[in-house]
């Protein structure tokens, strides 16, 4: 792969698409060698973290309505309710990556990532609780709406 030509659009875009192709061959590794959440969580930084750093002008601001919530699969993801528009989501998530104020919590005793919490550092209190299955396609979601809005804009 080459050289970048638009950082931050590139940098957005070759996450999701590297995501997506471990998402296509981590199934040729036995359970115990995929790494499917290690890898996603590592993304964050490019997701979440960068684009808040760099373009964050460009981070839509949506409202979080249950309707919504539901549109793009947090079905039992659940946000606090405190935050109302995805990019105020994004700049809460951006603080818990940053600060790498993250659990992992499983529902039984497989240990198995059924949710993934993100805290706010100065308050310890969890913003934003991800089902595991729930949390790519947000991110798919949430990084298409930013590709958009990068592009519509020429940033």
Same mark, same amino acid.
């Given at each position: 792969?080459? @050289?970048?030509?638009?950082?931050? !659009? /590139?940098?957005?875009?070759?996450?999701?698409?590297?995501?997506?192709? &471990?998402?296509?061959?981590?199934?040729?590794?036995? %359970? *115990?060698?995929?790494? @499917? &959440?290690?890898? #996603?969580? @590592?993304?964050?930084? $490019?997701?979440?973290?960068?684009?808040?750093?760099? +373009?964050? !002008?460009?981070?839509? #601001?949506?409202?979080?309505?249950?309707? %919504?919530?539901?549109?793009?699969?947090?079905?039992?993801?659940?946000?606090?309710?405190?935050?109302? #528009?995805?990019? /105020?989501?994004?700049? !809460?998530?951006?603080?818990?990556?940053?600060?790498?104020?993250?659990?992992? +919590?499983?529902?039984? *005793?497989?240990?198995?990532?059924?949710?993934?919490? %993100?805290?706010?550092?100065?308050? *310890?209190?969890?913003?934003?609780? %991800?089902? $595991? @299955?729930?949390?790519?396609?947000?991110?798919?979601?949430?990084?298409?709406?930013?590709? /958009?809005?990068?592009?519509?804009?020429?940033?």
């Amino acid at each position: 792969m080459g @050289n970048y030509t638009d950082l931050e !659009s /590139e940098f957005i875009e070759r996450t999701i698409k590297l995501i997506d192709q &471990y998402t296509g061959l981590c199934e040729k590794f036995s %359970f *115990d060698e995929q790494y @499917n &959440y290690t890898l #996603t969580i @590592n993304c964050l930084l $490019g997701l979440i973290v960068m684009p808040k750093e760099r +373009v964050v !002008s460009y981070i839509p #601001t949506k409202r979080l309505t249950n309707a %919504f919530k539901k549109e793009i699969g947090l079905i039992q993801s659940v946000i606090k309710p405190e935050i109302k #528009t995805l990019r /105020e989501l994004i700049e !809460s998530l951006r603080h818990a990556v940053a600060h790498f104020d993250i659990n992992v +919590v499983s529902e039984n *005793d497989s240990k198995l990532i059924d949710y993934i919490e %993100f805290k706010d550092t100065e308050v *310890d209190v969890v913003i934003a609780s %991800f089902r $595991g @299955n729930e949390l790519f396609a947000f991110l798919q979601y949430y990084s298409t709406c930013l590709l /958009e809005n990068l592009r519509r804009h020429q940033y």
